[in-house]
Nanobody, 121 residues
Framework: QVQLVESGGGLVQPGGSLRLSCAAS????????MGWYRQAPGKERELVAI???????NYADSVKGRFTISRDNAKNTVYLQMNSLKPEDTAVYYC???????????????WGQGTLVTVSS
């Protein structure tokens, strides 16, 4: 079983910054991609940023230039530095890890429980 534990959410004023962390543990053979998704009230979950095993970084257009994803592969941890936050960034942020957990035959997804980010004055 794989556990993803997120931290770093909270309340911040517009223009402020937050740093989210997500650590994966448990039965992990290898992790390919790690990323962040978010879900605002009444909206579908959307990709925010993802880091692949090859080092490719992809961002949603709405966060480009403001958010930075980084990864510590030795610790199975992914970070999301969020700067210049806007009220529309308010959402529950979820961590996702795509990897080989039970065997090397199939890639599987693991999700964190989510951490709330509220941007408001």
């Amino acid at each position: 079983q794989v556990q993803l534990v997120e931290s770093g959410g909270g309340l911040v004023q517009p223009g402020g910054s937050l740093r989210l962390s997500c650590a994966a543990s448990g039965s992990i053979l290898s992790i390919n991609a790690m990323g962040w998704y978010r879900q605002a009230p009444g909206k579908e979950r959307e990709l925010v940023a993802i880091s692949t095993s090859g080092g490719t970084l992809n961002y949603a257009d709405s966060v480009k230039g403001r958010f930075t994803i980084s990864r510590d592969n030795a610790k199975n941890t992914v970070y999301l530095q969020m700067n210049s936050l806007k009220p529309e960034d308010t959402a529950v942020y979820y961590c996702k890890a795509v990897g080989y957990y039970r065997n090397y035959r199939s890639l599987e997804d693991a999700w964190g429980q989510g951490t709330l980010v509220t941007v408001s004055s």
